[in-house]
Nanobody, 116 residues
């Protein structure tokens, strides 16, 4: 079955960096786009970044453009999110996501907390 397992979250000071990783299994990873979402307390889940199945196309939310970088390694079946210049408003649970044959799959989420 499809599984997505995130890692790399934690507590960091404003201006710091974190790197999130998502390990995928149970599907042909190189055939599917991947996404990172986040959900802050009391807010709706929002799309942070996505990457095409080849890795050749990426898109970012305006709020993270220029600070976050999404990448993937199809050989290792992982998708990463490098987060630099973190701000307190980046505090959220970050989720890895994919859609396989019309079904949405989510990881369990990893907490990112940015202190001011």
């Amino acid at each position: 079955q499809v599984q997505l397992v995130e890692s790399g979250g934690g507590l960091v000071q404003s201006g710091g960096s974190l790197r999130l990783s998502c390990a995928a299994s149970g599907f042909i990873f190189s055939n599917y786009a991947m996404r990172w979402y986040r959900q802050a307390p009391g807010k709706e889940r929002e799309l942070v970044a996505d990457i095409s199945y080849t890795g050749g196309t990426t898109n970012y939310a305006n709020s993270v453009k220029g600070r976050f970088t999404i990448s993937r390694d199809n050989a290792k079946k992982t998708v990463n999110l490098q987060m630099n210049s973190l701000k307190p408003e980046d505090t959220a649970v970050y989720y890895c996501h994919t859609r396989v044959r019309g079904v949405n799959y989510w990881g369990q989420g990893t907490q990112v907390t940015v202190s001011s």
